[in-house]
């Protein structure tokens, strides 16, 4: 069992920049592949970003592919997404999730999730 928290949405302005974070239960996270996704209103969960249980891999949208990084420290449980450049349309929950393998792009290819964190980017 894996628990997730994400942490660092919140309001900006376009062009701004944020920086979230998820931190992960249990001792076998440096094993996992993860992944971020979020979620606009009345839209689908959509695939943002993921990354490789070494860190080595990653692997991104196009709709954010040079705006985005993601990226993990294992000797701390987390993987983070910086975010820059934002746009009004990437306003939406984001949450991250752990794999089931790679590269993974659909959300029922994912296994345990965090609750999310808002993140709104005013135009």
């Known amino acids: 069992q894996v628990q997730l928290v994400e942490s660092g949405g919140g309001l900006v302005q376009a062009g701004g920049s944020l920086r979230l974070s998820c931190a992960a239960s249990g001792r076998t996270f440096s094993s996992y592949n993860m992944g971020w996704f979020r979620q606009a209103p009345g839209k689908a969960r959509e695939f943002v970003a993921a990354i490789s249980w070494r860190g080595g891999g990653t692997g991104y949208a196009d709709s954010v592919k040079g705006r985005f990084t993601i990226s993990r420290d294992n000797a701390k449980n987390t993987v983070s997404l910086q975010m820059n450049s934002l746009k009004p349309e990437d306003t939406a929950v984001y949450y991250c999730?752990?794999?089931?393998?790679?590269?993974?792009?659909?959300?029922?290819?994912?296994?345990?999730w965090g609750q999310g964190t808002q993140v709104t980017v005013s135009s």
């Open positions: 999730a752990v794999a089931r393998g790679w590269v993974r792009t659909r959300p029922d290819e994912y296994d345990y």
